[in-house]
């Protein structure tokens, strides 16, 4: 099993950034996963941010943060981040991370970290 906790999500006002944190545990968590990034706003589903692999030398952002956001990993400490810069209201959602073990779908994901942002 694989356990992940988000932290660092709190109200913001528009222009502010956040770090948010995602740390893996569980005896079956290996460092040679990827990890994503992955939000859901009021009312909405569940959509794809950012994604890196194993040591960071792939990366894909979805096009709302493109520019704006930057997901690395720390594999030492089996966390991966996700780093947002200059955040708008329609950035506020529930941000979820994830962890993909080799199949064409995320296996395990964590409980969420609220991000509000105001304008």
């Known amino acids: 099993q694989v356990q992940l906790v988000e932290s660092g999500g709190r109200l913001v006002q528009a222009g502010a950034s956040l770090r948010l944190s995602c740390a893996a545990s569980g005896r079956t968590f290996n460092p040679y996963y990827a990890m994503g990034w992955f939000r859901q706003a009021p009312g909405k589903g569940r959509d794809f941010v950012a994604a890196i692999d194993w040591n960071g030398g792939n990366t894909l952002y979805a096009d709302s943060v493109k520019g704006r956001s930057t997901i690395s990993r720390d594999n030492a400490k089996n966390t991966a981040y996700l780093q947002m810069n200059s955040l708008k209201p329609e950035d506020t959602a529930v941000y979820y991370c994830?962890?993909?073990?080799?199949?064409?779908?995320?296996?395990?994901w964590g409980q969420g970290t609220q991000v509000t942002v105001s304008s």
């Open positions: 994830a962890v993909l073990t080799g199949g064409d779908s995320w296996d395990y």
